[in-house]
């Protein structure tokens, strides 16, 4: 099988026994049939394999200066993925499941996956991996178009220019874990291992105890906020009623607590009753979705707002909550984002918007969120419910008071429906957008531009 938009490239150092060439037999028998390029240190090499096309290089590089060399020469760029390995790894027949690897939505896929660290802490490992520093070995495929933001980022340079000058040998695997990371990189592996590492490797950290602290830090970021509680808003109306119950359904196992503020209910709905963890505060919709922030000031949890006609997937409030996390609690997440240019007539025709359902392949800072999808720590911002001066404004008011704190709103990188919408008649947006003139002159008086 041959596949058009991949290019192979193997990074190659002199090793005993010959592992490169039990390596590429592999990847023939189970994968692929297309050319292989090599990058390899200084050394007589015997490839076995025709279809190769082979660079000596004159100067050894070490281990992270041949990986950066790589990731750097654009001939290995021209195609869609780049698929980067050491030459000591051999691969399964469960490689074939990668025929369908164009079909996935990924920055960065690992294909190894240490059996030492799965049976040490099985519960973290899933598709979607959220950790960095130590998590797994090297043997990569990138999705290009992400390459240049990875090796122009400050945590990769710096491991480039201070600590490989001063350790030649440093590795390189931690280095791109923690970077894609930090770029928020939606990455991905396999359960199993699709190879098997073939050679004990030499590079490893001198200090024992810089790994481990290392490791344990990727365990505590990615678990810490199970020692927080998680709160859920939502302001409801009866005309969603029924549309209530599937938002509460997709969420229920997810949170400690969800507040239900019901504007313009008669009695609570009798469907509700049996989900226990669900609090009700009736109102008679003068507040609309400032309901969403009644109590803000009496909690130290997370805090999520969401929509009555929303569903939800199963891992939203992990899914957020690493995202919070991995930001130091610094920033507000949501999905759904809004940028005001210098000048506008109209607060809902004027904007630069992108809907929550859609893909969005880097996480992005604007100005305002729509708060149906929103997430924080309450450590990060200090909100009051005098903060919300006017009922169905509640994005906005967000907005302002998350830039007079100076605190960052990111919309986040995610696949497209991750949340989906229920059908409903009548929103904020249809209602308002046509009668907007308060909602821009607040946003125009209010948000400063710059991001």
């Not at 809902?348 to 969120?369: G, N, T, W």
């Amino acid at each position: 099988m041959r596949i058009k938009d991949l290019t192979i490239v193997y990074t190659l150092a002199p090793r005993t026994p010959d592992t490169i060439n039990e390596s590429i037999k592999s990847l023939r028998a189970n994968w692929i049939d297309n050319k292989i390029f090599i990058s390899a240190e200084p050394w007589k090499y015997k490839i076995k394999d025709k279809n190769v096309d082979m660079i000596i290089h004159k100067k050894k590089k070490w281990c992270f200066l041949h990986y950066d060399w790589v990731l750097n020469q654009k001939k290995f760029l021209k195609t869609k993925y780049l698929f980067i390995i050491q030459d000591d790894y051999v691969f399964s027949e469960r490689i074939n499941e990668l025929v369908k690897f164009k079909d996935k939505w990924f920055w960065f896929y690992n294909f190894y996956l240490s059996e030492q660290l799965l049976n040490t802490i099985p519960r973290i490992w899933r598709n979607d991996i959220r950790f960095g520093w130590s998590t797994a070995w090297a043997c990569f495929l990138f999705d290009t178009e992400m390459i240049p933001k990875i090796i122009s980022s400050f945590f990769y340079q710096n491991h480039k220019n201070e600590y490989v000058k001063k350790i030649k040998n440093q590795q390189v695997d931690s280095c791109i874990w923690e970077t894609c990371k930090l770029l928020n990189l939606k990455t991905y592996f396999p359960s199993i291992s699709y190879c098997k590492h073939i050679w004990e490797s030499v590079i490893w950290h001198s200090d024992w105890t810089l790994w481990l602290f290392n490791f344990a830090q990727c365990e505590i970021d990615g678990y810490r906020w199970r020692l927080d509680k998680v709160i859920i808003w939502i302001a409801s109306i009866p005309e969603r009623e029924k549309l209530l119950e599937n938002t509460i359904i997709s969420l229920y196992e997810q949170v400690d607590k969800i507040i239900l503020g019901l504007n313009g209910y008669k009695k609570k709905p009798i469907r509700l009753k049996k989900y226990k963890k669900v609090q009700v505060i009736s109102s008679d919709n003068s507040k609309g979705d400032i309901m969403k922030f009644i109590d803000i000031e009496k909690v130290s949890w997370y805090y999520f707002t969401c929509d009555d006609d929303i569903i939800y997937p199963s891992d939203y409030v992990d899914f957020m909550i690493n995202w919070i996390e991995r930001n130091e609690r610094k920033m507000i997440v949501w999905l759904h984002w809004v940028i005001v240019p210098w000048k506008i007539k109209s607060y809902y025709y004027d904007c630069q918007r992108f809907h929550y359902a859609s893909e969005l392949r880097a996480s992005k800072v604007v100005h305002i969120l729509w708060t149906w999808t929103t997430a924080f720590h309450t450590d990060t911002i200090k909100l009051k419910v005098s903060d919300f001066w006017k009922a169905n404004m509640a994005d906005i008011w967000l907005g302002k008071k998350a830039q007079e704190s100076n605190v960052l709103m990111i919309c986040l990188a995610r696949t497209q429906d991750f949340i989906k919408q229920q059908e409903v008649k009548e929103s904020i947006w249809e209602k308002y957008r046509n009668n907007d003139n308060i909602q821009t002159a607040v946003v125009n008086s209010v948000i400063r531009r710059p991001l």
